[in-house]
């Protein structure tokens, strides 16, 4: 058998080369985009990972390791648009000591990276950067200086900046892409950051990234860059679900607004319970596998008509009861089967039909970004506008329609 071709990022107008791409939550958006000249290419480390986007038929690298590739390796040449999730784990928890002290690395090495004008002289900065975060004892700090490297490389090496850059990560790394913003201004291009909240956008679930956009733009650095705006009610604790408009019940995962930018009525959140009515027709409540506040017996509880808390790796730990009787009044009841991959991954707005694989399927799912969100950011990001409403039912209805050109290892 002849092993097919690595893998390139064909032309396009808005060719993204995927850094850190997990299984596919910003590429499954990339291909709902396809006619407006958008096309992706992953770089992604994980084997199981690397098999789920393979069955996806999405572009990835023969490279697995983002530090091994750079702007001008031929398979992301073409790339017009970078965009990156690093690793989170060195940030993730507000208020650890070390967390704070990876933040404050990054943002003095990022200095580092900064405003040199030929290639040589950004090479001799990031040699002394990488041989300061080799020696690191969490070496995931230093994945989040990549996407600056990439971003230095493409305009001093391979002569050609980026025109877009788009990151994500938790909003615990906020300061660090607020600090990038910076840097970014003083490289040509006009940027911003923000916290964005997934519900805002009728992802099912309550999570929150810290995004941050890029548009290479000299003499206008310091234009307004537009953010998405929130077409769904955001959930707060306690708060009541809005009711749809005009008697529709048109509250569903992939339900689309009106046309128009201006004065477009907020729609309800999305809940679980709309998100997995195929598969739980009856009220339910979730239990999270973590306690809260510090006390491990607090476990937090969420009923079906709200949208998940944040979906993580473990997922699959949360317990599921049926909820009895009135509205108000329900009481728990039996103990229901916990979720399925493909439930967690609606959870996540991934399609019904999206071909997990191999193993640590949950990890998996926890760890990518909601291709709905997506949809959201890189539409206002490449086109400065929402997203098309016929995009949410293509992403809906997607499966599988080619198998990627990436030979699976396994077979």
Same mark, same amino acid.
């Given at each position: 058998? *002849?092993?097919?071709?690595?893998?390139?990022?064909?032309?396009?107008?808005?060719?993204?080369?995927?850094?850190?791409?997990?299984?596919?939550?910003?590429?499954?958006?990339?291909?709902?985009?396809?006619?407006?000249?958008?096309?992706?290419?992953?770089?992604?480390?994980?084997?199981? *990972?690397?098999?789920?986007?393979?069955?996806?038929?999405?572009?990835?690298?023969?490279?697995?390791?983002?530090?091994?590739?750079?702007?001008?390796?031929?398979?992301?040449?073409?790339?017009?648009?970078?965009?990156?999730?690093?690793?989170?784990?060195?940030?993730?928890?507000?208020?650890?000591? +070390?967390?704070?002290?990876?933040?404050?690395?990054?943002?003095?090495?990022?200095?580092?990276?900064?405003?040199?004008?030929?290639?040589?002289?950004?090479? +001799?900065?990031?040699?002394?950067?990488?041989?300061?975060?080799?020696?690191?004892?969490?070496? &995931?700090?230093?994945?989040?200086?990549?996407?600056?490297?990439?971003?230095?490389?493409?305009?001093?090496? &391979?002569?050609?900046?980026?025109?877009?850059?788009?990151?994500?990560?938790?909003?615990?790394?906020?300061?660090?892409? +607020?600090?990038?913003?910076?840097?970014?201004? &003083?490289?040509?291009?006009?940027?911003?950051?923000?916290?964005?909240?997934?519900?805002?956008?009728?992802?099912?679930?309550?999570?929150?990234?810290?995004?941050?956009?890029?548009?290479?733009?000299?003499?206008?650095?310091?234009?307004?860059?537009?953010?998405?705006?929130?077409?769904?009610?955001?959930?707060?604790?306690?708060?009541?679900?809005?009711?749809?408009?005009?008697?529709?019940?048109?509250?569903?995962?992939?339900?689309?607004?009106?046309?128009?930018?201006?004065?477009?009525?907020?729609?309800?959140?999305?809940?679980?319970?709309?998100?997995?009515?195929?598969? &739980?027709?009856?009220?339910?409540?979730?239990?999270?596998?973590?306690?809260?506040?510090?006390?491990?017996?607090?476990?937090?509880?969420?009923?079906?008509?709200?949208?998940?808390?944040?979906?993580?790796? +473990?997922?699959?730990?949360?317990?599921?009861?049926?909820?009895?009787?009135?509205?108000?009044?329900?009481?728990?009841?039996?103990?229901?089967?916990?979720?399925?991959?493909?439930?967690?991954?609606?959870?996540?707005?991934?399609?019904?039909?999206?071909?997990?694989?191999?193993?640590?399927?949950?990890?998996?799912?926890?760890?990518?970004?909601?291709?709905?969100?997506?949809?959201?950011?890189?539409?206002?990001?490449?086109?400065?506008?929402?997203?098309?409403?016929?995009?949410?039912?293509?992403?809906?209805?997607?499966?599988?329609? *080619?198998?990627?050109?990436?030979?699976?290892?396994?077979?």
């Amino acid at each position: 058998m *002849t092993r097919p071709a690595h893998p390139s990022l064909p032309p396009a107008k808005f060719g993204i080369v995927d850094l850190f791409a997990g299984p596919g939550g910003l590429d499954i958006a990339a291909t709902i985009m396809a006619g407006e000249g958008v096309a992706s290419i992953g770089v992604e480390w994980d084997d199981a *990972t690397r098999r789920t986007r393979d069955a996806a038929g999405l572009l990835t690298t023969e490279v697995k390791d983002v530090a091994a590739l750079g702007p001008c390796d031929p398979s992301v040449v073409e790339a017009t648009v970078l965009t990156g999730g690093p690793p989170c784990q060195s940030f993730s928890v507000a208020g650890n000591r +070390k967390g704070h002290e990876a933040l404050d690395d990054v943002e003095r090495l990022a200095t580092r990276l900064a405003d040199h004008e030929d290639i040589d002289s950004f090479d +001799k900065a990031w040699e002394e950067v990488k041989a300061e975060t080799d020696l690191m004892s969490d070496e &995931r700090t230093g994945f989040v200086l990549q996407p600056l490297r990439w971003i230095m490389e493409a305009k001093l090496r &391979r002569g050609r900046p980026y025109d877009v850059v788009v990151l994500e990560q938790v909003p615990t790394v906020l300061p660090v892409w +607020k600090h990038y913003v910076k840097i970014l201004k &003083r490289t040509g291009y006009a940027a911003d950051a923000h916290v964005l909240h997934s519900e805002d956008f009728g992802v099912p679930q309550a999570r929150r990234r810290a995004v941050l956009i890029a548009q290479y733009d000299p003499g206008n650095e310091r234009r307004e860059v537009r953010f998405p705006k929130a077409t769904h009610q955001r959930y707060v604790k306690g708060a009541e679900r809005l009711t749809t408009t005009g008697g529709q019940e048109d509250d569903s995962l992939f339900s689309t607004l009106p046309d128009g930018e201006e004065d477009e009525p907020i729609k309800p959140w999305v809940s679980m319970g709309d998100a997995l009515e195929a598969t &739980r027709p009856d009220d339910f409540v979730m239990v999270s596998n973590y306690g809260s506040g510090g006390d491990p017996k607090n476990r937090g509880r969420r009923t079906s008509d709200e949208p998940a808390p944040t979906i993580t790796g +473990k997922v699959r730990r949360n317990r599921l009861y049926l909820l009895k009787g009135e509205a108000g009044a329900k009481e728990v009841g039996e103990e229901l089967e916990r979720l399925s991959f493909e439930e967690a991954g609606l959870l996540q707005s991934f399609p019904a039909a999206y071909p997990w694989r191999s193993t640590d399927v949950a990890q998996q799912i926890g760890n990518a970004i909601p291709p709905r969100l997506s949809l959201h950011i890189l539409s206002m990001a490449l086109l400065r506008e929402k997203p098309r409403k016929e995009w949410y039912g293509e992403l809906k209805g997607w499966k599988p329609q *080619t198998p990627s050109p990436v030979e699976d290892e396994d077979a």
